[in-house]
């Protein structure tokens, strides 16, 4: 398996511009995380799907943001207007609520710099 | 009180000698516990489950105390290799998502 597929790995933009961040999970994994990390706050939990489903989205900091997973193999996170503070690497993590259903298996993240 | 809470560090330590970092998490009905790494510019990755019982994978031994609220790592015989950010990390319940703290960063020195 080629584990979690995230795109673009590096994204450089301009204030008010609009990013789309991408993620394809592993193969049969029904949950599907995103996550922001910086130094300052660690890694937080933006939103998360279960069955391409978002069950808490409390995590999203404003409007600006927005999710989708139109289908189990694919999910976005857009951010509209993007501004400097949101600079930071954009994790996408999935998992299965098989037998292992405690490890989450994290992409290679986008890291994200707004000028 | 943060839900998990590690020391930042950075501890910087000699190759071959013992180290050992701690967290504690607030909620007291978690279910399940483990250490991730992280290594720099990379994701995070899992290390190792932490069982009540203290369990051992090679140099790297996890315990955790219920009573305290208290999860621990340590690492034997360090290697240069095992620079990286170890994370503390608990779930609170089920199929709840993982609740991350924000690492403990460690360098072994040649």
């Known amino acids: 398996d080629a584990g979690v597929i995230q795109s673009p790995r590096h994204e450089v933009t301009e204030m008010g511009q609009e990013v789309t961040l991408r993620c394809k999970p592993i193969s049969g994994h029904d949950y599907l995380f995103w996550y922001r990390q910086t130094m300052m706050r660690g890694l937080e939990l933006l939103i998360y799907?279960?069955?391409?489903?978002?069950?808490?989205d409390s995590g999203m900091p404003e409007d600006r943001f927005s999710a989708k997973m139109p289908n189990a193999s694919f999910s976005t996170l857009k951010i509209q207007p993007s501004e400097p503070r949101d600079s930071a690497v954009y994790f996408c993590a999935s998992r299965t609520t098989g037998i292992s259903y405690n490890e989450q298996f994290f992409g290679p993240g986008t890291r994200l710099t707004v000028l | 009180r943060k839900e998990v809470e590690q020391d930042p560090g950075p501890f910087n330590v000699p190759e071959g000698a013992t180290v050992a970092f701690n967290c504690t998490y607030s909620?007291?009905?978690?279910?399940?516990f483990f250490w991730y790494r992280q290594d720099c510019r990379k994701e995070p990755k899992l290390l190792m489950s932490v069982y009540s019982s203290g369990n051992e994978d090679g140099r790297f031994t996890a315990q955790l105390n219920r009573a305290s609220q208290y999860i621990s790592l340590l690492i034997r015989d360090s290697k240069l290799s095992d620079s990286a950010t170890y994370l503390c990390v608990v779930n609170p319940s089920g199929n709840t998502p993982l609740v991350f703290g924000k690492g403990t960063r460690l360098s072994v020195i040649a």
């Open positions: 909620n007291s009905a978690s279910q399940s």
């Open positions: 799907f279960n069955n391409n489903v978002p069950i808490d």
